[in-house]
Nanobody
Framework: QVQLVESGGGLVQAGGSLRLSCSTS????????MGWFRQAPGKEREFVAS????????YYADSVKGRFTISRDNAKNTLYLQMNSLEPEDTAVYYC???????????????????WGQGTQVTVSS
C-alpha cells in the first residue's frame, strides 16, 4: 500500500514560482515511478510530469515543458514539482500518483494509475 500526501500549493501571481511536495509512506517509494497530474474546474484530470523510479528519466506535458521540473529524493521518500513562470492556466488541483506495480512506468492516462494523494490547490492570479 502506498499513501501519498501533497503539500506546497497556494496562491501566486503570474510569473511566480511554487514547489509542490508529495510525501509517501512505506519502504517501497524508490521502486515506484511517480508523477503529477492536475485537474482544473470543469476539466478532466491531465498528466503534468513523471519520473522513473531511479530518477534517471523524466517526462513532461508540452504545456509545462521548460517551466516545471519534477524530481525525487528516495532517501526522504519525497517527490517534488518545481513550478516556475506560472500562468493563470496552471490553476488547478495538483495530485501526485503512482502506478499499480513497482518498476513499471507511470501512465499518462490517469484512469490506469492506482495510488493518488488528496491533492493540493494551486491558484495563479493574473
Amino acid at each position: 500500500q502506498v499513501q501519498l500526501v501533497e503539500s506546497g500549493g497556494g496562491l501566486v501571481q503570474a510569473g511566480g514560482s511554487l514547489r509542490l511536495s508529495c510525501s509517501t509512506s512505506g519502504r517501497t517509494f524508490s521502486r515506484y515511478a511517480m508523477g503529477w497530474f492536475r485537474q482544473a474546474p470543469g476539466k478532466e484530470r491531465e498528466f503534468v510530469a513523471s519520473i522513473s523510479w531511479s530518477g534517471g528519466n523524466t517526462y513532461y506535458a508540452d504545456s509545462v515543458k521548460g517551466r516545471f521540473t519534477i524530481s525525487r529524493d528516495n532517501a526522504k521518500n519525497t517527490l517534488y514539482l518545481q513550478m516556475n513562470s506560472l500562468e493563470p492556466e496552471d490553476t488547478a488541483v495538483y495530485y501526485c500518483a503512482a502506478p499499480h506495480s513497482t518498476y513499471s512506468y507511470l501512465s499518462r492516462d490517469p484512469q490506469t494509475n492506482k495510488y493518488w494523494g488528496q491533492g493540493t490547490q494551486v491558484t495563479v492570479s493574473s
